[in-house]
């Protein structure tokens, strides 16, 4: 029991080891910042704090389906910066409702 203990124990450390370390074209392009007003295909899942009290976020592209991991955040909502999709954030919603001007 304390052998399959210490090889599970091992397995979960190499696997960190591994993720650190891991360093493809793919990452790199994920976790490059996108201009304000560009439409952007890339997001970010951030999940449940893990025992450091911070949580841990992915960057997650919906073209390729690729998922990277893009480092540790504050897990507080309101430490996090609003997304804005133009200088006052309405753009979108202005976009919308000249598409149902048009008709």
């Known amino acids: 029991m304390v052998l399959l203990c210490v090889l599970f124990a091992g397995m979960i450390a190499a696997t960190i080891l591994v993720e650190q370390s891991y360093n493809n074209p793919n990452r790199k392009s994920l976790t490059r910042p996108t201009g304000p007003r560009e439409v952007s295909h890339v997001g970010t899942i ?3 704090p893990g025992r450091d009290g911070r949580c841990p976020q992915y960057s ?6 690729w998922v990277a ?7 507080d909502p309101f ?12 753009d979108r919603m202005d ?9």
């Open 69 to 75: 991991p893009s480092g540790l955040a504050p897990c």
């Open 95 to 103: 976009t919308i409702r000249e598409g149902f001007r048009r008709r």
């Open 46 to 48: 951030q999940l449940a």
């Open 60 to 65: 997650f592209d919906n073209k390729t389906g």
């Open 79 to 90: 430490d996090q910066p609003m997304p804005t999709f133009g200088g006052n954030g309405t």
